[in-house]
């Protein structure tokens, strides 16, 4: 397929393709800039209750880069949508549906974590024990809510990449740029139960991760290109 049969029946979307493509490309760099700030701090993952209660500033600043990243997913995936939609239209449109639900999971994941810095402070001051208790029970909660948060997004935006990948199998992208997706999001699915259950090797959701940052990055930056030259 050509990049006119597929880009040049509406340019009007250009702008759309454009913006979203330098979204996605950000959006990959991000998981990877994340994974380089947990080794350089050794911050533990998943992040323990305690720890979080009582030096929240790291876990806090952490999980608000992976939000601004996941939020640059929204305008990735209409840019994904518009240069795909001329394949097959309807496997691109549950695609979206899935990655749009995704996004949310993922925010209300990463402001689950966030808001433990707000009763940190009344933590730290406390001398009661029941009072810490409480606090502690509380933190563990809003922790073990978020892995189901991030888990179904996950689960969601991996089902979505798979869909997307087989699309680009037919379109612009390519055979070679579909199959890392495919095989990438694939991976990504063990992601969750590679952080939730410590018995899976950590190689498995780190390399998840790597893969979906790339093709994240490479796909990004070709949309970029395509929504420049429509």
């Known amino acids: 397929m050509t990049k006119e049969k597929v880009f040049d029946k509406d340019p009007s979307w250009k702008g759309v393709i454009k913006w979203g493509g330098l979204s996605l490309f950000v959006a990959g760099l991000v998981p990877i800039i994340f994974i380089l700030s947990i080794f350089i701090t050794q911050q533990t993952m998943p992040v323990p209750a305690k720890e979080a209660l009582e030096n929240p500033a790291l876990p806090t600043n952490l999980f608000l880069l992976a939000a601004i990243g996941e939020l640059l997913l929204l305008p990735a995936v209409l840019a994904l949508y ?5 394949v097959k239209k309807t496997p691109m449109f549950m695609a979206t549906g899935l990655w749009l639900l995704a996004v949310p999971m993922f925010l209300a994941s990463r402001g689950l974590i966030i808001s433990l810095s707000q009763i940190s402070a009344r933590y730290m001051a406390t001398t009661n024990a029941t009072m810490k208790a409480a606090y502690l029970a509380s933190a563990e909660l809003a922790l073990e809510t978020q892995n189901i948060y991030a888990t179904m997004g996950l689960i969601f935006l991996a089902v979505a990449s798979i869909i997307i990948g087989l699309v680009m199998l037919k379109g612009v992208f390519g055979k070679r ?6 095989v990438a ?7 969750p139960f590679g952080v939730i259950f410590m018995s899976i090797p950590f190689i498995i959701p780190f390399m998840g991760v790597i893969l979906t940052a790339v093709w994240q990055i490479i796909v990004g930056a070709k949309l970029y290109k395509l929504g420049k030259d429509v």
């Open 177 to 182: 740029i579909g199959y890392l997706v495919i």
């Open 82 to 86: 518009f240069s795909l939609k001329d």
């Open 185 to 191: 999001s694939i991976w990504t699915i063990f992601t």
